[in-house]
């Protein structure tokens, strides 16, 4: 037994001493200098590694100006399967560049060479690139698609490139005349700071040109003569992404431009100098699908070429190494009728407040127009604005109060005031009193009678009224708008004067022109309408601004109370009915026929319905009022809303006349 424990043990050292003798041929030496070496390359720093024949400093500095022109990429490096014979390895460096939006991928084979205890690598350029000799570098070509285009109903054009003409000052044009007094001259022309533009022509290098104004070529009245008057001063023409006009759909469209230094930076990586990105409304919520995919080309070349000796080679000296093709931007298609849009912006042209006109089409949902007025300062009132609907929202109490068993011929008693909780509510200055007493609902509704709707508050909860709201597609978020916008907010809990209020659209109801618009449509429908304003918003990526019920979030235009209401599909448990919908055509049409609204009986084409709303807000005496009016005549829904603009009637109903009539 002995001499068996003997044996055994004597196996085992032999097995053991065969293991160490194995273990000890470099292997495991060579795998982590390669380890080494392909850090340090990802790391695009190789002065800790150890080389033969190349100083680490030298290299070093040969592998930075290799990859310059890909700068601040990195690449990631991986070593692969090692194959070692005696004191020399070889083994794969497996590469992979983020290009553009592509990813290049490459396979080299560095030599390792053991020197005593240790492994060098034998340096040479072809362990940067395939095939890479002394003396040659990475260069890179970017080829930008054109900006793709914002289209409106029929694919009509609302953005695309129009001719411009950058004016300004040609440095090397001065010659010998006064930079500060030419830049002046210039500025006082195209109507810009002079001061500010002085300091930029001063600052800027000797062979720039500083551009003080870009102007639609389309229209100017500042001529190449009188640019050319000015020393220095030159026109250069282009072309830029731009609408019809200036103002067309600013607020909603938004603008597009060569990116600033903040945007650039804010990009990570995605945009560069020279790069056009879009600013505010739809550019910029769709920039990724309009700007599309840069080209990128990655050339091997000899360093040092001028641009002389590159022309006399072939192909410039260059050889390709990697391709990212150029992808073009889609184009975003919009329901937007140019036609309405400008009338909508025309007949708001001269309204000072803040002011909008929004059209839809009740049949499909489609919005035709979102004018949002000079008034409103660039701001999307048309579907960002908040504001109390006032009496357009009995449109949501008759609903409920026809629900509860009403008809428009059931009696209501109006009275000239109303106490509710100490708090008087009264009707709007003027209101006829040959419409106070016991008075049909309907009546009621055309001359928009505040104590008849605000005493059916004991009748009408305010759950009730949440849920006729979203009955007439109000509160609900707008899913296939595929925009930013407010549809609405309805509390679903109120009591006592905050009900009150609620029962004329007044207390925490609040409404954009948008949500306004909409409920008026879904009377004409019959059913709940669902905006749409972009047709192919799954084509695009970029959905920043919004969330996901194209409510504005906190990165947004606007600082929204986003909708708790679910989507269209669960919103309504009751969406509103036929029969329902015609009960409030009918009240609608008494607006006209016998209310505050009779001016738009003159209106050519199918007979309208509309609703007045007066908002009062604030804390004066008296308080100053939103004014509200909303309309459907055929397949048509208008919203018109001016902010502290009196009377809805008086103020706002001629604007929507206008627009009517001009539509057709």
């Not at 050319?228 to 072309?239: K, L, M, Q, Y």
């Not at 059913?527 to 972009?534: A, D, E, N, Q, T």
């Not at 902010?643 to 809805?648: F, N, T």
């Amino acid at each position: 037994m002995g001499n068996f424990q003997k044996l055994s043990l004597a196996l085992v050292g032999l097995i053991i001493g065969g293991s160490l003798v194995a273990c000890d041929d470099g292997r495991a030496g060579a795998q982590d200098a390669a380890k080494q070496l392909a850090s340090a390359v990802a790391a695009l720093d190789v002065g800790s590694v150890a080389f033969e024949g190349k100083d680490a400093a030298a290299a070093n500095e040969q592998l930075k100006e290799v990859f310059r022109a890909l700068e601040p990429a990195k690449p990631a490096v991986e070593s692969g399967e090692l194959k070692l014979e005696k004191d020399t390895a070889t083994v794969p460096l497996n590469y992979s560049w983020k290009i553009g939006s592509d990813d290049w991928k490459y396979t080299v084979s560095a030599e390792l060479k053991k020197s005593g205890d240790k492994w060098l690598t034998v340096w040479t350029p072809g362990l940067l690139v395939p095939e890479l000799a002394d003396g040659e570098v990475l260069s890179t070509a970017v080829h930008s698609p054109q900006r793709a285009e914002i289209l409106g109903a029929g694919d009509a054009k609302l953005v695309t490139y129009r001719p411009v003409v950058n004016v300004g000052i040609d440095k090397p044009k001065l010659a010998a005349a006064d930079p500060a007094a030419s830049a002046t001259k210039l500025a006082q022309l195209v109507g810009v700071d002079p001061a500010a533009y002085t300091q930029q022509v001063q600052a800027a290098g000797p062979e720039a040109f500083v551009t003080a104004i870009t102007l639609r070529e389309d229209g100017r009245t500042i001529t190449d003569a009188q640019i050319a008057e000015i020393p220095g001063a030159r026109s250069i023409r282009d072309f830029l992404p731009l609408a019809p006009t200036r103002t067309f759909a600013r607020a909603l469209l938004g603008t597009a431009a060569e990116a600033n230094a903040e945007q650039i930076e804010k990009s990570g990586g995605t945009l560069k100098a020279g790069d056009t990105t879009g600013t505010g409304g739809l550019q910029q919520q769709y920039d990724a699908q309009l700007r599309g995919t840069d080209g990128v080309q990655v050339f091997a070349e000899k360093a040092g070429l001028t641009a002389e000796e590159k022309q006399s080679l072939p192909d410039e000296g260059r050889r390709l190494l990697f391709q990212v093709e150029i992808k073009p931007g889609t184009p975003v298609k919009t329901t937007l009728d140019p036609n309405l849009q400008q009338l909508a912006e025309g007949v708001l042209a001269d309204v000072g407040p803040a002011s909008a006109i929004v059209a839809l089409r009740p049949s499909s949902g489609a919005v035709l127009a979102a004018a949002s007025g000079p008034g409103s300062n660039g701001y999307n009132t048309a579907m960002l604005g908040q504001y109390a609907p006032g009496s357009t929202f009995k449109m949501v109490d008759s609903l409920a109060m026809i629900r509860n068993g009403m008809t428009p011929d059931s009696k209501v008693e109006c009275t000239p005031t109303l106490t509710v909780d100490g708090r008087t509510f009264k009707n709007a200055e003027g209101y006829p009193e040959g419409s106070l007493g016991s008075v049909t609902l309907r009546d009621a509704f055309a001359h928009s009678c505040n104590t008849a709707f605000i005493a059916a508050r004991d009748s009408v909860s305010q759950a009730q009224l949440e849920s006729a709201a979203t009955s007439l597609g109000v509160a609900v978020e707008a899913s296939g708008l595929g925009a930013a916008a407010f549809v609405g907010s309805v509390p679903g809990e109120a009591e006592g004067t905050e009900h009150a209020a609620s029962m004329i659209g007044q207390g925490k109801v609040l409404l954009s022109p948008l949500a306004a618009a909409v409920m008026a449509g879904s009377v004409a429908k019959g059913s709940p309408v669902s905006p749409i304003l972009v047709l192919n918003a799954e084509a695009g990526t970029d959905t920043a601004g919004t969330d996901g019920a194209g409510t504005p979030n906190a990165d947004g235009a606007s600082p929204s109370l986003t909708s708790t209401a679910p989507a269209p599909a669960k919103a309504a448990d009751k969406p509103v009915t036929a029969a329902e919908a015609a009960a409030l055509a009918d009240m609608m049409r008494a607006v006209v026929t016998s209310g505050h609204a009779g001016f738009l009986s003159s209106v050519p084409g199918e007979p309208v319905g509309a609703k007045t709303g007066t908002a009062e807000f604030g804390d004066e005496n008296p308080p100053k009022t939103h004014a509200w009016i909303v309309a459907v005549h055929g397949d048509l829904a208008v919203a018109v809303f001016v902010e502290e603009g009196g009377l809805g009637a008086t103020t706002s109903g001629p604007l929507l006349k206008e627009f009517l009539v001009a539509a057709g």
